[in-house]
């Protein structure tokens, strides 16, 4: 199945930007719904956003709405989430994952059968 690796989280300032990137082993992610996740310490993993295969579907999760955007390139096998005007409680850990037959809403961790490794998004001043 396929892999994925996250890549983009650093340390950045409220309302300051980041672009995450999830990016796929083989070109096969074309085919599979793809979402972005959260979790916080001692907090559940949640939803942020969820993109349809051909990126047309996408559905977001609470405070994600109006401030992120996820998008995809299926020829660059990749994934992106951008964030703008980040607060402090959008520190996470964020994760893409995949799966072939889950659907864009709703966009919960509990669909998605392939993850990646996470990375840090720290939110201070």
């Known amino acids: 199945q396929v892999q994925l690796e996250e890549s983009g989280g650093g340390l950045v300032q409220p309302g300051g930007s980041l672009r995450l990137s999830c990016t796929a082993s083989?070109?096969?992610?074309?085919?599979?719904?793809v979402g972005w996740f959260r979790q916080a310490p001692g907090k559940e993993r949640e939803g942020v956003a969820c993109i349809g295969q051909t990126g047309r579907g996408t559905f977001y999760v609470g405070s994600a709405r109006g401030r992120f955007t996820v998008s995809r390139d299926n020829a660059k096998n990749t994934v992106y989430l951008e964030m703008n005007n980040l607060e402090p409680e959008d520190t996470a850990v964020y994760y893409c994952?995949?799966?072939?037959?889950?659907?864009?809403?709703?966009?919960?961790?509990?669909?998605?059968?392939?993850w990646g490794q996470g990375t840090q998004v720290t939110v201070s001043s």
């Open positions: 994952a995949a799966d072939l037959i889950a659907i864009v809403d709703p966009c919960k961790p509990r669909l998605f059968d392939v």
């Open positions: 083989d070109p096969t992610l074309e085919e599979y719904v």
